[in-house]
C-alpha cells in the first residue's frame, strides 16, 4: 500500500470563532477582535478592499523583525490564523493600565473633557512616539489619531502606541533602507499630523495651545 508505515499526524489548523461581542474596533478596511485564547492579543480581519495594505503591513513587519527593533511603541505581529470570518493577522492588543482596551488618540481629542484630564500624558506620549519612530527609522504612511492609541497609565502618563498604516509604499523604498531619506520622509509624514490635529479639531482650544507652543514640530 502507498505510504504505509509513514503514519503521519494529519496537521490540524484551529479555526478561531470569532463572536461579534469580541469585536474592539473597526475601520474602514478591518476588523479587531480580541483574541479569543490570548486577551493581551487581537486579531484583525480584511472586511472590505484592504488585501493590498495587509501585504504591505506584513512584509514591513517582517523587515522591522529582522532588523530586531525594540516594540515599545508599536504592537508586535504574531502571523495570521483562519478566522471564522476570513484569514486574521494576529497582534499584541493595547490595554491601558486599569485593563481596559485603549482608546485612539481620535477619541481623546474629539472630546475637550478628556483632553483637558490627560493633557499632559498625551502631550508627551506624542513627543515620544515621534523620538521613537525617528531613533528606530520606523517609516509610515500617513500618520491619523485614529491610528494611533493612547495606552493609559494613568491621568499624566501614558504611551502612545501607532497600530495602523506603518510602512513605505515606495516603489525604491530608499526611505526604509537609509536613515538620512527615512529621515526626511518622517519629517514631512510628522508635520502633515500636526497640521491634520491643527485642521481637524479647531475647537479643542487646549490642544491647539500645545500644537503652537511647544509641541510637537
Ligand atoms: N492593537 C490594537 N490594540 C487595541 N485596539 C486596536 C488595535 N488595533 C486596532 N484596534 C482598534 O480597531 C480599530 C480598527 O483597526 P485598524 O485601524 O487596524 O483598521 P483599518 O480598517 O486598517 O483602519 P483604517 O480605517 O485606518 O484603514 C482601531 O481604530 C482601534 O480602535
Ligand atoms: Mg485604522
Given at each position: 500500500m502507498p505510504g504505509a508505515g509513514k503514519h503521519k499526524?494529519?496537521?490540524?489548523?484551529?479555526?478561531?470563532?470569532?463572536?461579534?461581542?469580541?469585536?474592539?474596533g473597526k475601520g474602514l478596511h478591518r476588523e479587531c477582535y480580541v483574541h479569543p485564547d490570548n486577551p493581551n492579543r487581537c486579531i484583525k480581519?480584511?472586511?472590505?478592499?484592504?488585501?493590498?495594505e495587509t501585504r504591505r503591513e506584513q512584509a514591513y513587519y517582517k523587515?522591522?523583525?529582522?532588523?530586531?527593533?525594540?516594540?515599545e511603541m508599536l504592537p508586535q505581529f504574531y502571523g495570521v490564523e483562519p478566522t471564522s470570518i476570513g484569514p486574521g493577522a494576529v497582534f499584541d492588543l493595547v490595554r491601558d493600565a486599569n485593563g481596559e482596551v485603549g482608546k485612539t488618540f481620535e477619541y481623546y481629542f474629539e472630546s475637550a473633557d478628556l483632553t483637558?484630564?490627560?493633557?499632559?500624558?498625551?502631550?508627551?506620549?506624542?513627543q515620544a512616539l515621534k523620538t521613537y519612530?525617528?531613533?528606530?527609522?520606523?517609516?509610515?504612511?500617513?500618520?491619523?489619531?485614529?491610528?494611533?492609541?493612547?495606552?493609559?497609565?494613568?491621568?499624566?502618563?501614558?504611551?502612545?502606541?501607532?497600530?495602523?498604516?506603518?510602512?513605505?509604499?515606495?516603489?525604491?523604498?530608499?526611505?526604509?533602507?537609509?536613515?538620512?531619506?527615512g529621515k526626511i520622509k518622517m519629517t514631512r509624514k510628522w508635520h502633515k499630523f500636526i497640521a491634520l490635529l491643527q485642521k481637524d479639531y479647531p475647537e479643542n482650544s487646549l490642544l491647539q495651545a500645545q500644537l503652537a507652543n511647544k509641541l510637537v514640530k
Open positions: 499526524t494529519p496537521m490540524v489548523t484551529k479555526m478561531i470563532e470569532l463572536k461579534p461581542e469580541a469585536m474592539v480581519v480584511v472586511v472590505l478592499r484592504g488585501e493590498e523587515f522591522l523583525q529582522k532588523r530586531q527593533i525594540t516594540w483637558a484630564q490627560n493633557i499632559e500624558g498625551l502631550i508627551s506620549a506624542l519612530l525617528f531613533s528606530q527609522n520606523i517609516i509610515t504612511m500617513s500618520i491619523k489619531p485614529k491610528n494611533i492609541i493612547y495606552q493609559r497609565q494613568d491621568e499624566h502618563t501614558g504611551t502612545a502606541v501607532i497600530i495602523d498604516n506603518i510602512g513605505n509604499s515606495d516603489a525604491i523604498p530608499l526611505a526604509s533602507y537609509c536613515r538620512t531619506f
